[in-house]
T-cell receptor, first 113, second 110 residues
Framework: NAGVTQTPKFRILKIGQSMTLQCTQD?????MYWYRQDPGMGLKLIYYSVGAGITDKGEVPNGYNVSRSTTEDFPLRLELAAPSQTSVYFC????????????FGDGTRLSIL | AQSVTQLDSQVPVFEEAPVELRCNYS??????LFWYVQYPNQGLQLLLK??????LVKGINGFEAEFNKSQTSFHLRKPSVHISDTAEYFCAPPGTPLVFGKGTRLSVIA
């Protein structure tokens, strides 16, 4: 089972460049999430989606955009990369039931220089 | 909304020693709680969950947690750790989206 797949695994960007982090899941989950993880800071929610065509901001949305055109895909876009966006990014999905866990991808390690 | 507090940011322990990772939650009408584990260079995966019923919950890799309503705690325990248990552990209340604790880094020393 593939679960949640994130690409790329690693990327280095220059300040001001843009890129899209890809995330796809094959579990037919309605809910999808993007987190960033910085050392010692836990996970912070960037954006989430409760279904195709519906997205909402999380705790740290500035500098990011998302779209959800299909159930399977939830890409995260950085328009003007800044050093503060150097982080590890995780995509996750779930059924949306509060008694069910989230399923995570292996992350994208992004460095902005 | 519920929230959790992980009381220790780092826990070093020798191999084969017992370990307890602490998590306290804010009280609420109904309580579900999760523990996730993140091995190096991987995403999070579910370790165990408490939904209702028995307050002692068993998870993967020999871990267990006890839900204690009077102390509003859900501490994670393992009687004898292995090197392979070195990871970061996150406590989380239910909810969509989840709001994770800041994590506890368990380092097992040979």
């Amino acid at each position: 089972n593939a679960g949640v797949t994130q690409t790329p695994k690693f990327r280095i960007l220059k300040i001001g460049q843009s890129m899209t982090l890809q995330c796809t899941q094959d579990m037919n989950h309605n809910y999808m999430y993007w987190y960033r993880q910085d050392p010692g800071m836990g996970l912070k929610l960037i954006y989430y989606s409760v279904g195709a065509g519906i997205t909402d901001k999380g705790e740290v949305p500035n500098g990011y955009n998302v779209s959800r055109s299909t159930t399977e895909d939830f890409p995260l876009r950085l328009e003007l990369a800044a050093p503060s966006q150097t982080s590890v990014y995780f995509c996750a999905s779930s059924t949306g039931d509060t008694n069910q866990p989230q399923h995570f991808g292996d992350g994208t390690r992004l460095s902005i220089l | 909304a519920q929230s959790v507090t992980q009381l220790d940011s780092q826990v070093p322990v020798f191999e084969e020693a017992p370990v307890e990772l602490r998590c306290n939650y804010s009280s609420s009408v109904s309580v579900y709680l999760f523990w996730y584990v993140q091995y190096p260079n991987q995403g999070l995966q579910l370790l165990l969950k408490y939904l209702s019923g028995s307050t002692l919950v068993k998870g993967i890799n020999g871990f267990e947690a006890e839900f204690n309503k009077s102390q509003t705690s859900f501490h994670l325990r393992k009687p004898s750790v292995h090197i392979s248990d070195t990871a970061e552990y996150f406590c989380a209340p239910p909810g969509t989206p989840l709001v994770f604790g800041k994590g506890t880094r368990l380092s097992v020393i040979a």
